[in-house]
């Protein structure tokens, strides 16, 4: 089922959640709507599955505006953030919850509800803790219940708030690995929201990224990582160096003062960075090496410029022992890659 | 407003509103625009009055050490009960509220009888010549009584709740116990103790129960206002009635924000 | 490191003292009391027409009380923790008010009202209705009193239940009422148990309010708390505490059933 959001905007009081949102998310795909907390996007899922009302815009879900209906008729599956699981029921019961609050006429037999579960838990991978209530689980197990009742009434779309927020790392990246299989298999359009931008690289097939409640980039991991659209984008994605400078004829060069024409600034990935002992052109930067440390196979290398910025650099194993080099050094660096941002433009 | 999925705001909101319209909003208003129909003067004629300012006096003094002899004993039972494992306990704990489920005539029947010249605590008294029932003292008693769950109930959430850590770091940066409990536990508890000690003195000021069978109830001496509004009424005197009522539902509300403003106080003192 | 055993020691019997003088003894005492002169008599005065005659009107105070402010309670509470209004501070207030109130103003405002010469009271002539010094005000006086013990109780539990979960019972497709029985009320209902056995102590025990309202007509308008009080100046003691001693036993009961809802909700969130 498809997903299309169209000028959806949303207010609270005088705090503006979400301006003008516009989306298409196409069937059985994976989706991460990631951003910082107040980037509007936790309000984006919850209008999309009605726990928000929606007065500006509308929103198709398979091509049928369900901006007007509510909750209970829009067929979606929603994870609550902390899991939100019926304490006083147990496992089954509350994978259950969804089959049996149906009308009588639309409710499925005892045998058929107690089949649809046992299968889920079959599917999460929980047989045999039917009988358990929420309190005797560990949070893993209580954020895959909290799926199978979900799943349970057959959503259309599944939708995720913070999935793995309130779970330690281990557990996390267990998770989200048997989240991205469990999707193979039953291919529901799934909407998750993350602020963990390692979570929505790893795991979507399509990352919405969000701040400020404006979406600023929609893309594969692999190209809004590669090729970030705006400063705030490459920010969030990952460690950036940054570097100030001006465009002269559509040629970026470094300065260390504050320029009042042409101003630019430079955004340089930690491993976009190469690093020199003789300064081989004018377009180096001198800096001194102030810590280095390891792990595993990445190498990282802070430096100080002369006008006090750091600079941090990350080298494999083979660059490292290459250069061999030594805390207090002098060094040269230059970008191997660099995305120029006009501040006027943008702003962080 | 938020809007929200969960339903029946409509509905509960509508009894909600109604509910304490009729039952709280119009009687209370109809309260003082009684009072409005009396001209100033006589207004004053009524509340001044000799007897009636003896009776607030009465109202007010007992009240006030009631609840800070309970706020004293209040603070002991509740950091006894959270910190100390010891015989009986749990049923101490819940003796705590009997005061709240024993009737208050039942409590000021009680009390009186065993204060009372002949009963078992009075005859004690009676032999060192300080007469217990039928005077101040009496009325004291009874207040004590059906004000001690107040504090308890306020201070013990805020003992249980307190991080352990804290204490623990005054203790390691050198502080005896005392000091630790001085700087570090009062002030966390002291807006519990405060709120607890408003209630216990709101409750005093208006209590009727369990004071007249202790008072006495001798006007100029033991006559407390509660009571005096009762003999007005049984006079048919409303307007009298109503007027003393005015001033003790001020002096209850009065007190009430004092202590609230001090709690607010105190929290920003602490915030900072 | 803990204090002093000595400061303990003194801490821990200071505290046995007080409860046993403060509290223990007057409970023994109201029993010891009623049972001075025999059963028989303790049952002579229990089974008087006029204690019974009391002991109904209390009863049936207490039944339509009650269930009222446990209706307005469990509004309250859901309008006041699951949704977000302007007001809601004062809406609090106003319902604490009932307990800054004295019993005795409680009484007399109904008295203003519904009096012959009160606001109301041509209105209520006219229709040969009576309320004060009748059944109808001694209810109103009471439910003034207790209003507030429901939601006092159920504010808390539901303020910290939130709304996540009855939010997720209605995205899985339950309707309004399913979300109630199947969700809410199994979180709510130790705290809604305990504010109900709690108001009903008050609405069984009040006293003043009611003593006001009530006129005390015996055998008519006599609750169990105006009855002891006449048979005390009457100085009948030992039936005054015999029925004294039911209510007591009423009040002991209570604080048994919270104990154990409070180790029931104790051990079951652990």
């Known amino acids: ?348 | ?272 | 490191m803990r204090e002093h055993k000595g400061i303990k020691l003194a801490l821990i019997f200071t505290m046995y003292g007080y409860i046993i003088l403060f509290l223990l003894v007057p409970l023994l005492f109201i029993f010891t009391k009623a049972l001075e002169q025999g059963v028989a008599v303790y049952l002579a005065a229990i089974l008087d027409e006029e204690a019974r005659s009391a002991i109904r009107l209390t009863l049936l105070v207490t039944a339509i009380t009650v269930p009222l402010n446990t209706l307005f309670g469990i509004s309250a509470a859901w309008a006041i923790t699951k949704f977000d209004f302007k007001g809601k501070q004062l809406l609090l207030s106003l319902i604490e008010l009932p307990f800054a109130v004295s019993p005795v103003i409680a009484g007399l405002m109904f008295i203003l009202f519904f009096s012959p010469s009160g606001v109301l009271g041509t209105v209520i002539t006219d229709f040969g209705l009576r309320i004060i010094f009748s059944v109808p005000g001694i209810v109103l006086a009471t439910m003034f009193v207790t209003l507030p013990f429901v939601a006092r109780e159920l504010i808390p539990v539901m303020e910290a239940q939130g709304r996540a979960e009855e939010e997720a019972a209605i995205s899985l497709g339950a309707n309004g009422f399913q979300m109630f029985k199947r969700v809410t009320l199994p979180a709510i209902k130790w705290g809604l148990l305990y504010g109900v056995i709690l108001c009903s102590a008050r609405a069984v025990g009040e006293f003043g309010a009611v003593s006001i309202v009530s006129g005390r007509i015996r055998g008519m308008t006599n609750t169990m708390p105006l009855h002891i009080e006449i048979l005390y100046n009457e100085y009948q003691f030992a039936a005054a505490f015999a029925v004294a001693s039911l209510m007591s036993l009423l009040a002991v009961i209570t604080l048994f059933i919270k104990v154990w809802i409070e180790h029931r909700t104790h051990t079951s969130t652990r």
């Open chain 1, 1 to 348: 089922m498809t997903i299309e959001i169209q000028n959806i905007s949303k207010k609270y009081g005088n705090f503006q959640a979400l301006h003008d949102i516009n989306l298409h998310i196409p069937s059985g795909e994976l989706v991460a709507l990631l951003g910082p907390s107040g980037s509007g996007k936790t309000t984006l899922l919850r209008m999309i599955a009605g726990l928000e009302s929606v007065e500006d815009g509308i929103i198709l879900v398979d091509n049928e505006n369900v901006a007007s209906l509510h909750i209970n008729q829009r067929d979606v599956g929603f994870v609550f953030q902390h899991y939100a699981l019926f304490k006083h029921l147990t496992v089954f019961d509350n994978i259950a919850f969804g089959l049996q609050v149906r009308p009588k006429h639309k409710r499925p037999s005892a045998q058929t509800i107690a089949a649809k579960v046992d299968e889920l838990l079959a599917l999460v991978k929980l047989e045999g803790f039917a009988k358990r209530y929420p309190a005797q689980l560990s949070g893993g197990q209580r954020q895959r219940v909290a799926l199978a009742r979900a799943l349970a009434v057959e959503p259309k779309i599944l939708l995720l708030d913070e999935p793995f927020g309130a779970l330690d790392a281990k557990v996390r990246k267990e998770l989200r690995r048997w989240l991205r299989k469990l999707h193979n298999d039953i291919h529901v359009t799934t909407l998750f929201v993350t602020h963990d931008q390692e979570e929505a690289l790893d795991v979507a097939d399509r990352i919405v990224i969000m701040n400020k409640g404006k979406v600023e980039q929609v893309g594969a991991p692999a190209e809004v990582y590669e090729s970030p659209v705006s400063p705030f984008v490459y920010d969030f994605l990952g460690n950036v160096n940054l570097f100030r400078g001006r465009v002269i004829d559509g040629q970026f060069s470094f300065s260390n003062q504050a320029e009042t024409t042409n101003e630019a600034v430079g955004y340089v990935r930690p491993h976009h960075i190469k690093i020199e002992r003789e300064k081989t052109s004018d377009a180096v930067i001198s800096a001194t090496i102030t810590f280095i440390h390891t792990i595993g196979p990445i190498w990282h290398i802070e430096m100080r410029r002369d006008d006090d910025t750091y600079i941090e650099v990350e080298l494999n194993k083979e660059e490292f022992l290459l250069l061999n080099l030594q805390v207090g050094e002098n060094v040269y660096v230059s970008p191997k890659e660099m995305k120029v941002f006009i501040p006027e433009d943008f702003s962080i």
């Open chain 2, 1 to 272: 407003m938020k809007k929200n999925i969960l339903p029946g705001f409509g509905i509960t909101m509508g009894i909600t509103t109604l509910y304490v319209s009729l039952f709280v909003l119009v009687p209370i208003s109809l309260l003082l625009i009684k009072t409005a129909s009396l001209s100033l003067d006589e207004f004053i004629t009524i509340v001044t009055n000799e007897r009636v300012m003896h009776a607030y006096k009465v109202s007010l003094t007992t009240a006030f050490i009631a609840a800070f002899l309970n706020a004293i004993f209040g603070l002991l039972l509740a950091w006894v009960l959270v910190r100390y494992r010891f015989p009986g306990r749990r049923i101490i704990d819940g003796l705590i509220d009997l005061p709240f489920a024993l009737p208050t005539a039942v409590a000021g029947m009680t009390l009186a009888a065993l204060y009372g010249p002949e009963g078992w605590f009075g005859q004690f008294f009676q032999k060192l010549g300080i007469p217990i029932a039928y005077t101040s003292s009496g009325i004291v008693i009874a207040l004590m009584f059906i004000g001690l769950p107040f504090v308890v109930r306020m201070v013990q959430p805020v003992l249980e709740n307190l991080p352990k850590e804290t204490e623990e770091a005054a203790t390691s940066l050198g502080a005896s116990r005392f000091q630790t409990f001085h700087k570090v536990i009062f002030p966390e508890i002291v807006p519990a103790l405060l709120a607890g000690f408003s209630l216990a003195l709101a409750r005093g000021l208006g209590e009727y129960g369990s004071v007249v069978f202790i008072a006495g109830n001798m006007p100029m001496k033991t006559e407390v206002a509660p009571l005096l509004i009762m003999s007005k009424l049984e006079q048919f005197d409303y307007a009298g009635a109503t007027a003393i009522g005015v001033v003790m539902l001020l002096l209850s509300f009065t007190f009430l924000i004092i202590i609230n403003i001090l709690q607010k106080w105190h929290r920003k003192h602490e915030l900072r």
